[in-house]
């Protein structure tokens, strides 16, 4: 008699794996989430020094973020903060339109 797994052993793990599949995939996406949020939130932060930079050196607040761009002070990946968020400034602050 030859050795190896039948049909249903082989159905059964792939039925287990599957289900071990289905409930880790919410948990990497509500992960992912939480760190596209801190990445932002940090973007904010770095935006928001450079607008103080940019009020020291010029005594004005930037009119927008490409003021901050040709001051030199941020490149423009650094506008972007996630797939569907950009880095704008209202009020001398920045925030994510």
Do not use: H, W
């Not at 939480?34 to 940090?42: L, M, P, S």
């Not at 932060?45 to 930079?53: C, F, G, M, N, T």
């Not at 940019?54 to 607040?61: A, G, K, S, T």
């Amino acid at each position: 008699m030859k050795k190896g797994f039948t049909l249903l052993e082989m159905i059964i793990v792939v039925s287990v794996l599957s289900i071990l599949f289905l409930l880790a995939v919410p948990n990497i996406q509500k992960v992912m989430k939480i760190v596209d949020d801190k990445g932002c939130n940090a973007m904010l932060k770095v935006v928001d020094s450079a607008i103080l930079q940019y009020r020291l050196d010029y005594e004005q607040y930037p009119n927008d973020i490409f003021d901050l761009v040709n001051a030199g002070l941020m490149n423009e990946e650094q506008i972007q903060c996630s797939t569907t968020q950009s880095v704008g400034i209202s009020n001398g602050q920045a925030v994510l339109q």
